[in-house]
């Protein structure tokens, strides 16, 4: 090997491998040599590859000294050098295998088998899709958006593989609408998340009971047994399906406060409606935009919106004070430490609300006593129940970015990826850019 041939084989990094004859490509793929040191922008630099220790099995990476068929020459791009994109070049042998009986292709330092790019470009365009659309990755590398597509789920199902498998043992359930614009007869879809991580282990078009229980068929018993909570909003389908699972009667189901609170919400929004809207043009001017107002929390409106919000309260006779004091009580209790003390909390809520008289509050009354096992479930167990909105924002923040999908199983695992975030830090960003570098391995490939 010359000096260039081995500073070439060091940067390259491929133990058991090294490069031969290096020589630079015209942008229509003629060779030729550069005159001095103006090389076109457009050159590209072939690196030749050669074997220094003998071949591996694919399949069991045995080693392996019979060769089965000579292979063609074959180009794998790898990332750019100094601005100008590099490519290794090798024909790979077809190797006959005396331990498992294959004949594979060998084992490849720089790339797995059937992929046109090294693992370390591959986890490099992973990266830069995870903040970047993949037609603007496209343009930067000068490659197909098809091509980034791929690389990056080859990457980021490396990174999934290599992490350890995570207990599922609080589950959250949830659905999300998928958008006008969506063309499957199926306008929703359920989506399972591990509360613990806040990350999603499953996705399915419908949020019917059937479509739950096509992914409680997927959990082995031993996983049905380490369940210890399902939470979720009070879509009654969800509960229905897990309730109809034998399997799973020591699960305590419990309601998402999100959507607990959203039911009273609804509430006293109705009862704004009925107080101001109905009540003739007059008052209808006086209740206009003052919807934000009823829902915001005590604490967290200025002395001007509290001013307003009097205002509005005297104005309706009290009927909406004695409402929003209650949802606020609600609230608070909501946060109650254990099992006990949101029954104790309840309690005061259940009684302001069963008035017949005052229909949207009597309604909030029927809900909270229809879910009321869920609810109580929350003081038992405390689940972090936040993570299934969580969720929501990074669904809707990847579906911006990436201006829709159609694969929702390409989305759920970018999903994934996003919410675990390993790449929030300098060293999470190397560590996963190291899933890209093969590991060495004594006197082979």
């Known amino acids: 090997m010359s000096q260039r041939t081995t500073i070439l084989t060091q940067i390259t990094g491929f133990r058991g491998w090294k490069v031969t004859e290096p020589y630079w490509e015209s942008g229509r793929g003629e060779r030729f040599e550069p005159l001095g040191f103006?090389?076109?922008?457009?050159?590209?630099?072939?690196?030749?590859?050669?074997?220094?220790?003998?071949?591996?099995?694919?399949?069991?990476?045995?080693?392996?000294n019979r060769r089965h068929e000579r292979g063609k020459v074959r180009r794998w791009a790898d990332l750019s050098w100094a601005g100008h994109r590099a490519v290794l070049e090798y024909a790979p042998d077809r190797v006959k295998c005396r331990h498992c009986g294959h004949h594979a292709v060998e084992l490849l330092a720089w790339a797995d088998p059937r992929q046109r790019q090294t693992r370390r470009l591959q986890h490099h365009l992973a990266l830069?899709?995870?903040?970047m659309p993949l037609s603007h990755v496209a343009?930067?590398?000068?490659?197909?958006?098809?091509?980034?597509?791929?690389?990056?789920?080859?990457?980021?199902?490396?990174?999934?593989?290599?992490?350890?498998p995570q207990p599922l043992r609080y589950v959250g359930l949830d659905e999300k609408w998928l958008g006008r614009r969506h063309k499957r007869p199926e306008k929703f879809v359920t989506i399972v998340s591990n509360l613990e991580t806040g990350e999603p282990v499953w996705i399915?078009?419908?949020?019917?009971?059937d479509a739950v229980k096509r992914w409680l068929a997927t959990l082995t018993s031993?996983?049905?047994?380490?369940?210890?909570?399902?939470?979720?909003?009070m879509h009654d389908p969800f509960k229905k399906a897990i309730r109809e699972d034998a399997a799973l009667a020591h699960v305590a189901y419990a309601h998402d406060p999100f959507h607990v609170m959203k039911r009273a919400g609804e509430a006293i929004s109705?009862?704004?409606?009925?107080i101001f809207f109905r009540a003739g043009p007059k008052m209808r001017g006086i209740g206009r935009g003052a919807r934000w107002l009823v829902l915001r929390p005590w604490h967290r409106l200025s002395d001007e919106e509290k001013g307003r919000l009097r205002h509005l309260f005297y104005l309706s006779n009290g009927r909406l004070a004695r409402a929003y004091q209650t949802v606020e009580q609600l609230r608070e209790a909501l946060k109650a430490p254990d099992e006990v003390a949101l029954a104790d909390a309840l309690w005061p809520v259940l009684q302001r609300t069963a008035r017949r008289s005052n229909v949207p509050m009597r309604k909030l009354h029927d809900s909270l006593v229809d879910h009321m096992d869920g609810i109580l479930a929350l003081g038992r167990h405390r689940p972090p129940t936040g993570r299934i909105e969580a969720l929501n924002n990074n669904w809707e923040t990847l579906v911006r970015r990436g201006r829709g999908y159609r694969d929702h199983h390409y989305f759920l695992r970018k999903l994934r990826f996003i919410t675990a975030n390993p790449v929030r830090t300098r060293d999470g960003i190397l560590r996963?850019?190291?899933?890209?570098?093969?590991?060495?391995?004594?006197?082979?490939?």
Not at 225 to 233: C, E, I, P
Not at 432 to 445: D, E
């Open 432 to 445: 996963f850019l190291a899933l890209g570098i093969t590991p060495p391995l004594v006197k082979a490939a």
């Open 270 to 274: 109705e009862l704004r409606r009925e």
């Open 139 to 164: 343009t930067k590398y000068g490659i197909a958006w098809r091509t980034v597509r791929r690389a990056e789920h080859d990457a980021i199902t490396r990174w999934d593989r290599r992490r350890p």
């Open 38 to 64: 103006d090389v076109p922008a457009d050159a590209v630099l072939v690196l030749p590859m050669a074997r220094r220790w003998a071949a591996r099995c694919t399949h069991c990476m045995a080693i392996c």
């Open 128 to 131: 830069d899709a995870f903040s």
């Open 204 to 209: 399915e078009y419908g949020r019917d009971t």
């Open 222 to 233: 031993a996983q049905k047994a380490q369940m210890v909570l399902v939470a979720s909003d």
